[in-house]
């Protein structure tokens, strides 16, 4: 029987033996259910000794570690997710479907490597495609300290806090057979089993939420979380399949650094293989080939990589894709099936996409009803038609999608398919961007305006609980809402009345939206829903413009002052301001949303040289006064902005205890660099005089 914990401020010695026996009996569990596959103990024996360390960290909060097994619940939502740069550059894989493409990526190699042509072919390491969302982990010391999506290759975004709580990355590296190095950047997959999936799609059909269409969607969505407790609830699992860097170890082969990652406590794909012909590798592609159905993950082919690391740095890499890499994709799953009609589709931002509604078929497993027809232009180019044999696959084993027509000889085929001139749903004169054909009534468009509240709504935008997608869909259908404006007109006796909804839970959303009658410049910016502006340059729209008028009445040669504005993104945002349509919305919503509503917090005009707005700054290790977070918010407050990664554009680094490889880094370039005192002594100066009576500046009309 566990003992009980007493409630002493010092920890005696015993409590701390035990919790430390009892993150490394969790840790040990971990790793042979994640990485060995071989569990010792049942769920609920494991479930006990999760439950005692709980017991004693919440008896004695100051033994809480980053890197204990209880920290995988979530931490506080964020308003945004930072963009980080990669340790190291994660490239595209060059791919085939062709078989004969192995045998010329092997002679490729051997010429890169100048080996002799009857000497002995280099051996090769085999490994599944898998199909998730590719992820870099960075350990420092042993520790996990960051986790980036791959994003374009060369910075990505930061997800720390949600991969925290996937129960298959470790927080700590295992050391019991070779000592972690000083840094690991490990590149993997995060992924959802098809069977997990299903358990999920299930749950949220159960609670009347809107199903995912795949694990990949369902897995990047619950990756990217602003709400790191929502990440938690999902199923989603780990597995790491190539090392980026390493500083303090070192490997002559990959096959020695995937036997490295396993020791280290991070799980890695099953049946990694090596080979040193093309017809093992084949042999290895037709294999998984045969098993792909009966497998619990998607996978859409094998990758081959050279296993000697000296070679691999001779080879290089392009641009684009590393040149000792191949990945051998599988032939996409097909059927024909006949389309009954073309449906259009009018999205949130106003696109509208042409979709086959389809004879029902089943494809790789799944019962596929409608695919994509992308745009006008794809449409034209395969000219499919209504009425149509077509051959249909999941791209990507995914994403259903028309692949061709399939001739019928003697069979009258229907008049080509035409984009009307008018939008379906508002009669709107559409027009035409590139391949695209939209709708530019943004908001007087029903069909947008469900997804427009939506977005309005979000965490990033005004952060209205309970205002979700069947909400919206109810109020734009019963006509409750004909314009965004009108949220503000809700009132609780008509909110009662629609499906679901009580006279509490209306009150609640009621409630819910008087509280965001007054809100941040850059969460209603953000609302909006201005193309291509997102939570970050939102943000910087408002520190740098500060009132709403401002930003409506700049320019493209004055927006492109700001830092991360182009030529391309002024011009949608000057030409989404001046559309007439948009300014009335606009107009009719301030000014519904009640007397100055939308505000951004004034700047210290007397700060001197204090002052630090347009500053980049960047904080690192631990604070005692304040999380990290709280300090971001206080410095974009006074103008400034909060980034994770130091490079030559950063101003100021605050350096908090166990400040690591950023402190270095900042030392190298030459960058300012302060304790958490002197950011609190500057931080008094900067905010004493902002006259916490007056509130923060609000915004004039228009």
Avoid at 265 to 279: C, F, I, N, Q, W
């Amino acid at each position: 029987m566990a003992k009980k914990v007493d409630d002493r401020t010092d920890p005696a010695p015993e409590v701390l033996r035990e919790v430390e026996s009892l993150r490394e009996k969790i840790r040990r569990h971990d790793y042979l259910y994640y990485v060995e596959g071989t569990p010792e103990i049942s769920d609920d024996a494991y479930d006990a000794l999760f439950r005692r360390l709980r017991e004693l960290e919440e008896a004695h909060p100051e033994l809480v570690t980053p890197d204990s097994p209880t920290q995988r619940v979530g931490a506080e939502p964020r308003d945004d997710l930072p963009t980080i740069r990669h340790t190291a550059p994660m490239l595209s894989l060059d791919s085939s479907q062709e078989p004969e493409e192995v045998s010329r990526f092997m002679d490729r190699v051997r010429r890169g490597l100048a080996l002799e042509e009857e000497g002995p072919d280099p051996a090769y390491l085999l490994q599944p495609k898998l199909d998730g969302v590719s992820i870099e982990l960075v350990y420092e010391d042993g520790v996990l300290v960051r986790g980036v999506t791959r994003g374009n290759g060369q910075q990505g975004e930061g997800v720390t806090d949600n991969v925290r709580t996937i129960a298959s990355v470790p927080l700590r590296l295992r050391q019991e057979g070779r000592p972690a190095p000083d840094l690991l950047a490990v590149r993997g997959e995060v992924l959802m089993k098809l069977s997990a999936f299903e358990g999920l799609n299930q749950r949220l059909v159960e609670e009347g939420s809107e199903p995912y269409a795949n694990p990949r969607n369902a897995t990047s969505g619950a990756l990217r979380q602003l709400d790191s407790s929502i990440t938690a609830q999902r199923p989603l699992e780990f597995l790491a399949f190539d090392i980026l860097a390493v500083e303090g170890d070192a490997f002559e082969r990959d096959e020695e650094g995937v036997r490295a990652l396993q020791s280290w406590g991070l799980p890695v794909p099953e049946r990694v293989r090596m080979a040193s012909s093309a017809e093992e590798v084949l042999d290895y592609h037709l294999a998984f080939a045969r098993d792909r159905d009966e497998l619990d993950y998607e996978i859409d082919g094998i990758v081959i990589k050279l296993d000697d690391w000296a070679g691999r740095e001779r080879l290089g890499a392009t641009s684009h894709h590393p040149r000792w890499a191949l990945a051998l994709k599988f032939e996409p799953r097909k059927e024909v099936t006949r389309i009954e009609r073309i449906a259009l589709q009018v999205g949130r931002t106003g696109v509208l996409t042409p979709v086959a509604l389809l004879r029902p078929v089943e494809v790789g497993g799944v019962t596929v009803s409608r695919a994509t027809l992308h745009n006008r232009e794809e449409l034209e180019r395969k000219d499919v038609r209504e009425g149509d044999l077509v051959r249909v696959q999941r791209a990507g084993d995914v994403i259903p999608q028309v692949v061709e027509v399939v001739p019928e000889d003697g069979r009258e085929r229907a008049d080509a398919f035409r984009m009307p001139e008018r939008c379906p749903n508002c009669d709107t004169p559409l027009v035409s961007r590139g391949p695209f054909t939209l709708c530019p009534n943004r908001f007087g468009c029903a069909a947008q305006l469900k997804g427009r509240i939506v977005h309005f709504a979000s965490r990033g935008g005004l952060d209205i609980e309970g205002l979700g997608q069947e909400t919206a869909a109810l109020l734009v259908e019963r006509k409750m809402v004909v314009e965004l404006a009108d949220l503000f007109d809700l009132e609780v006796e008509e909110v009662a009345e629609l499906p679901g909804f009580a006279e509490l839970s209306a009150s609640n959303l009621i409630e819910a939206i008087a509280e965001r009658r007054r809100t941040e410049l850059r969460r209603f910016l953000f609302g909006l829903g201005i193309p291509e502006v997102g939570a970050t340059v939102a943000r910087d729209l408002a520190a740098h413009f500060r009132t709403l008028g401002a930003i409506r009445e700049a320019d493209r040669e004055t927006l492109e002052k700001v830092k991360g504005i182009g030529p391309k993104m002024s011009e949608l945002i000057v030409e989404f301001f001046r559309d007439e349509r948009n300014a009335a919305a606009i107009d009719e919503v301030v000014s519904r949303m009640e007397e100055l509503s939308v505000y951004e917090p004034a700047p210290d005009e007397d700060r001197g040289s204090s002052d630090i707005a347009g500053q980049t700054w960047v904080f690192t290790g631990g604070m005692e006064s304040m999380t990290r977070g709280e300090a971001k918010k206080r410095v974009e407050a006074l103008g400034a902005r909060a980034t994770s990664s130091v490079s030559g554009a950063t101003d100021v680094v605050v350096a908090g205890e166990g400040a690591g490889s950023k402190l270095e880094k900042a030392q190298e370039l030459g960058i300012r660099i302060l304790d958490e005192s002197q950011f609190l002594e500057l931080l008094g100066e900067m905010e004493g005089g902002t006259g916490d009576e007056e509130g923060p500046a609000e915004l004039p009309d228009g």
